[in-house]
């Protein structure tokens, strides 16, 4: 299996500094998915295509980057998905020191400075979910519409994985603020609505959400740990505390009703599934990395 342990850096193929074309980014995207009425929106239509063109940019090259960890994928659908869920032993981000750290040393500012990022970060995996999922195969459809449901507290709000986040971050006085939060974590939200938007990723956006379910137990379980010693409440921190379990059945049910139905009906999306992990992982790494250089660790 190939690790790369040192990534190369490019530039964006367009103007502009990364901060600036994530922050541009960030509230494109804040706008072009909210309802509204006509003639209200923020951006005009010729602004439009050139933010896609420049968020399309974004995506290619960030697919250029991890093609170097593809070089072993295998070629065959059962391989495949032993491969896929291996990523969490070895792909980008897995197992870093920050979230130890988290649970067993952070400063309730320092916490609060990581919840800042993480949620100005955060695109809503519902919305993620139930825009992935417009005219998959049927199987795929109902595994999604499942994910949907319990990301929707299966009907109850208080339930809702959504304002569990808000009120974590009501507790710590967060607000999401675009001009407060590091181009790394702009770049993920960025880079997941970018899937979403535009159909040829479509089976990106797959793999890339699939990864979140796959990867995401560990590092919650560490921060539930951290707002325990914090002495944040149960009920603020419920958040992280049903992540750290519910994703582990997340991940094996997509990986088993989304993602292996899509390879067997057509291996070529596997790739592509796979390039979108890598992406969301590689992603949360280059956050990692910031985060820890912050802290000092």
């Known amino acids: 299996m190939t690790h790369v342990t040192r990534e190369r850096r490019r530039a964006l193929p ?9 922050k541009t980014l960030a509230r494109f995207n804040q706008e072009r998915f909210r309802p509204a009425l006509p003639g209200t ?8 295509l050139a933010l896609e063109q420049m968020e399309v940019g974004f995506v290619e090259n960030m697919r250029n980057d991890v093609q170097a ?3 072993d994928m295998p070629q065959d659908a059962p391989s495949f998905m032993t491969w896929f869920e291996s990523l969490k032993a070895w792909a980008p981000g897995q197992n870093d020191r920050l979230f130890p750290w988290l649970a067993t040393q952070a400063s309730f500012d320092q916490m609060k400075w990581f919840l800042q990022q993480e949620v100005a970060g955060e695109a809503g995996f519902e919305d993620l979910v139930a825009l992935t999922q417009v005219k998959m195969p049927t199987r795929v459809k109902l595994e999604m519409a499942r994910n949907y449901w319990d990301e929707m507290g299966r009907g109850h709000e208080k339930g809702m994985h959504g ?3 808000r009120r974590l971050a009501r507790h710590f006085g967060i607000k999401a603020d675009i001009s407060a ?9 960025n880079l997941m609505s970018a899937l979403d938007a535009h159909r040829q990723y479509a089976y990106h956006s797959v793999g890339a959400l699939g990864a979140i379910e796959l990867t995401a137990p560990g590092r919650a379980q560490d921060v539930r740990l951290g707002l325990e010693r914090l002495k944040v409440p149960h009920k603020v921190s419920h958040y992280f505390t049903l992540h750290a379990v519910l994703d582990v059945k997340h991940a ?5 009703e989304v993602i292996l139905p899509l390879v067997l009906q057509d291996f070529r999306c596997a790739r592509y599934i796979a390039e979108g992990a890598l992406m969301r992982l590689l992603c949360g790494q280059r956050c990692f990395d910031v985060y820890r250089e912050r802290f000092a660790i």
Do not use: C, K, R
């Not at 590091?182 to 770049?187: F, H, M, Y």
């Not at 094996?252 to 088993?256: E, G, L, V, Y």
């Open 41 to 48: 929106l923020l951006f005009e239509p010729g602004q439009n």
């Open 14 to 22: 367009f103007e502009g500094t990364v901060d600036d074309i994530h």
């Open 181 to 189: 939060t590091v181009p790394e974590s702009l770049a993920l939200g």
């Open 252 to 256: 094996a049910a997509w990986n088993s």
């Open 69 to 71: 960890y593809l070089a």
């Open 163 to 165: 304002p569990m986040l």
